[in-house]
């Protein structure tokens, strides 16, 4: 079993459409949380981490159920712009700072 | 400041063939990352580095080695080069921990794309 799950999608959703990806971790130790962003063949970037008590950033709402293992990102009226891969990412507790990356979900959003 | 950069972005090799991927960052940072990305894969650790002199193994260490030369530079070395290693190469360096939002945040470098014949 992956460490870290997605649903590689893709996900392709008309812009102003509200979307959710999911990701579940399988290690009970994990201990931080994120959500990068990857536009097409270029390098990742950090988009927010994901806090317990879930938190928003503009458009861009995360969630964590630490309880179910499981990690949400909401994004609200999707734009053309946001068309790009998500990647979940978690780290260990004492790992040197290790990232642990799901496969990613694909998004798409068209006109 | 130029972050961390690459080089080379492409290369092809043919099996059994040797190269050095190259990385340096100007942040200052001290923990440095190779990672590996292939299709349906996500990225994969390959070595990293907590600090100038110390390396470690990650999730995928067969087949490479890698040399922290001081604290900017973090080279990974390919010494008999396989099909298997095609992939894109990303490297990564950490911000310090501060209790800042960016604890943990990495900042990549632009990728080298690698084709092994």
């Known amino acids: 079993r992956k460490e870290v799950e997605q649903d590689p999608g893709p996900f392709n959703v008309p812009e102003g459409a509200t979307v959710a990806f999911n990701c579940t971790y399988s290690?009970?130790?994990?201990?931080?949380f994120f959500w990068y962003r990857q536009d097409c063949r270029k390098e990742p970037k950090l988009l927010m981490s994901?806090?317990?008590s879930g938190n928003e950033d503009g458009r861009f709402t995360a969630q964590l159920n630490r309880a179910s293992q499981y990690i949400s990102l909401l994004i609200r009226d999707s734009k053309l712009s946001d068309s790009a891969t998500y990647l979940c990412?978690?780290?260990?507790?004492?790992?040197?700072?290790?990232?642990?990356f799901g496969q990613g979900t694909e998004l798409s959003v068209k006109p | 400041n130029a972050g961390v950069t690459q080089t080379p972005k492409f290369q092809v090799l043919k099996t059994g063939q040797s190269m050095t991927l190259q990385c340096a960052q100007d942040?200052?940072?001290?923990?440095m990352y190779w990672y590996r990305q292939d299709p349906g894969m996500g990225l994969r650790l390959i070595y990293y580095?907590?600090?100038?002199?110390?390396?470690d193994k990650g999730e995928v260490p067969n087949g490479y080695n890698v040399s922290r030369l001081n604290k900017r530079e973090f080279s990974l070395r390919l010494e008999s080069a396989a099909p298997s290693q095609t992939s894109v190469y990303f490297c990564?360096?950490?911000?310090?921990?501060?209790?800042?939002?960016?604890?943990?945040?990495?900042?990549f470098g632009p990728g080298t794309r690698l084709t092994v014949l």
């Open positions: 990564a360096s950490r911000s310090p921990t501060s209790g800042s939002i960016s604890y943990n945040e990495q900042f």
């Open positions: 290690n009970s130790a994990s201990q931080s």
């Open positions: 990412v978690v780290t260990l507790y004492n790992q040197g700072g290790k990232l642990i």
């Open positions: 994901v806090y317990s």
């Open positions: 580095s907590a600090s100038e002199g110390t390396t």
């Open positions: 942040m200052n940072h001290n923990s």
